[in-house]
Nanobody, 126 residues
């Protein structure tokens, strides 16, 4: 399984960005996808996740109401729509695929994800 995140960039506070995660490989459509981020000097943190069939989603409290995760299995793409961006959202954003296929559970910890993309930089200026 290979993942590639894209769509990052520089945006002013209050602006929007949409990140994309392109997946390839066996059974990618059967795996939940998560977004994580890591700011300089900080640990990687969970942002959002979506189950393989889009039945369930979950978000970190810090992004609830501002970010929306979605996926298109036919295109093997997962999106993270980020609105009302804040300077504290500045980080490298990574998408990841779960180790478990066809799971209905929501996973918010990095150790439940086996496959990781290379990351895309998001910078929000004040």
């Amino acid at each position: 399984v290979q993942l590639q995140a894209s769509g990052g960039g520089l945006v002013q506070a209050g602006g929007s960005l949409r990140l994309s995660c392109a997946a390839s490989g066996p059974a990618v459509g059967a795996r939940g996808i998560g977004w994580f981020r890591q700011a300089p000097g900080k640990e990687r943190e969970f942002v959002a996740t979506i189950t393989w069939n889009s039945d369930s989603t979950d978000y970190a409290d810090s992004v609830k109401g501002r970010f929306t995760i979605s996926r298109d299995n036919a295109k093997k793409l997962t999106y993270l729509q980020m609105n009302t961006l804040k300077p504290e959202d500045t980080a490298v954003y990574y998408c990841a695929a779960e180790k478990t296929r066809f799971s209905r559970r929501i996973f918010t910890t990095a150790d439940e994800y086996d496959y990781w993309g290379q990351g895309t930089q998001v910078t929000v200026s004040s």
